[in-house]
Nanobody
Framework: QVQLVESGGGSVQAGGSLRLSCVAS????????MHWYRQPPGKQRDLVAT???????NYADSVKGRFTISRDNAKKTVSLLMDRLKPEDTAVYYC???????????????????WGRGTQVTVSS
């Protein structure tokens, strides 16, 4: 019932910008931390940025000063603004959230971690 859906990926030249968005839908009571991860080709999935429900943010060293994470609690969305993109930013970007949701209609809310399906970001030199 609960889903995370990303949008906004694409191809851009080095130095350019992209904005990723992720919306949570379904039977949701509240959302705790929201995160963006990325997985470059042939590599592991790593945490890029985190934002708490109160707005505290944290970034991987590789993106500090270039990426900005934000959220809209009313709309249940999280965004990632990526500036001064580099070829090494090329990856599939995944939205991730810790949220209180109902797995089935009429069931109780429980805290679980959810993943989106990912969106491709390609940065060419």
């Amino acid at each position: 019932q609960v889903q995370l859906v990303e949008s906004g990926g694409g191809s851009v030249q080095a130095g350019g910008s992209l904005r990723l968005s992720c919306v949570a839908s379904g039977s949701i009571n509240s959302i705790d931390g929201m995160h963006w991860y990325r997985q470059p080709p042939g590599k592991q999935r790593d945490l890029v940025a985190t934002i708490t429900s109160s707005g505290t943010t944290n970034y991987a060293d590789s993106v500090k000063g270039r990426f900005t994470i934000s959220r809209d609690n009313a709309k249940k969305t999280v965004s990632l603004l990526m500036d001064r993109l580099k070829p090494e930013d090329t990856a599939v970007y995944y939205c991730n959230a810790d949220l209180w949701g109902r797995a089935v209609a009429g069931g109780s809310f429980s805290l679980r971690n959810y993943w989106g399906r990912g969106t491709q970001v390609t940065v060419s030199s």
